[in-house]
T-cell receptor, first 115, second 109 residues
Framework: DTAVSQTPKYLVTQMGNDKSIKCEQN?????MYWYKQDSKKFLKIMFS???????INETVPNRFSPKSPDKAHLNLHINSLELGDSAVYFC??????????????FGPGTRLTVL | RKEVEQDPGPFNVPEGATVAFNCTYS??????FFWYRQDCRKEPKLLMS???SGNEDGRFTAQLNRASQYISLLIRDSKLSDSATYLC??????????FGGGTRLMVKP
């Protein structure tokens, strides 16, 4: 069974559309994250939720809205898609015991292409 | 200056070679350090943590130098399957990971 799963794996859409990416983890972790990996391969944190509460919100346009219905799910909704949103989006989760050595487990990624 | 800097490579090495990567970081308050591995079109996966005393896991050795603010990864006896991008990662407060841009390694037969 996949520990952290994301859907869809590929998403091709037109500028201006609204789209959602879903993420689920079955590891029993308390904390989930969204990362963006751009064409230059830099992975940057976007959001982090702990037990359905937002704990990290980096400088991300407010067109991006995460939603956590329960601690096993963290979905990402993007409004009015722009060309610069094209990237690979990774979901991740960790136990978040407060220990700095918590390992983050990543989902397989969603490759978003905005035309 | 980027918070985490890595030579993007690629490092092209023959099988059996020893190869080393360095990574420098700017935030002296960084608490923990890791190497992640990312295969092409796949997700990053934790390779190993990095401790000041140095740590070894099979053919892989990681080292941290806090005074000079760099970490290193040494791979001995390279295998074809070691071909990947190696990401230098820092942990800061709030369980937040900061990733370097990665160093690409290609091991040739």
């Amino acid at each position: 069974d996949t520990a952290v799963s994301q859907t869809p794996k590929y998403l091709v859409t037109q500028m201006g559309n609204d789209k959602s990416i879903k993420c689920e983890q079955n590891l029993g972790h308390d904390t989930m994250y969204w990362y963006k990996q751009d064409s230059k391969k830099f992975l940057k944190i976007m959001f982090s939720y702990n037990n359905k509460e937002l704990i990290i919100n980096e400088t991300v346009p407010n067109r991006f809205s995460p939603k956590s219905p329960d601690k096993a799910h963290l979905n990402l909704h993007i409004n009015s898609l722009e060309l610069g949103d094209s990237a690979v989006y990774f979901c991740a989760s960790s136990l978040y015991t407060g220990k700095r050595t918590d390992t983050q487990y990543f989902g397989p990624g969603t490759r978003l292409t905005v035309l | 200056r980027k918070e985490v800097e890595q030579d993007p490579g690629p490092f092209n090495v023959p099988e059996g070679a020893t190869v080393a990567f360095n990574c420098t970081y700017s935030n002296s308050a960084s608490q923990s350090f890791f190497w992640y591995r990312q295969d092409c079109r796949k997700e990053p996966k934790l390779l190993m943590s990095v401790y000041s005393s140095g740590n070894e896991d099979g053919r892989f050795t990681a080292q941290l130098n806090r005074a000079s603010q760099y970490i290193s990864l040494l791979i001995r006896d390279s295998k074809l399957s070691d071909s990947a991008t190696y990401l230098c990662v820092l942990y800061n407060a709030g369980n937040m990971l900061t990733f370097g841009g990665g160093t690409r390694l290609m091991v040739k037969p």
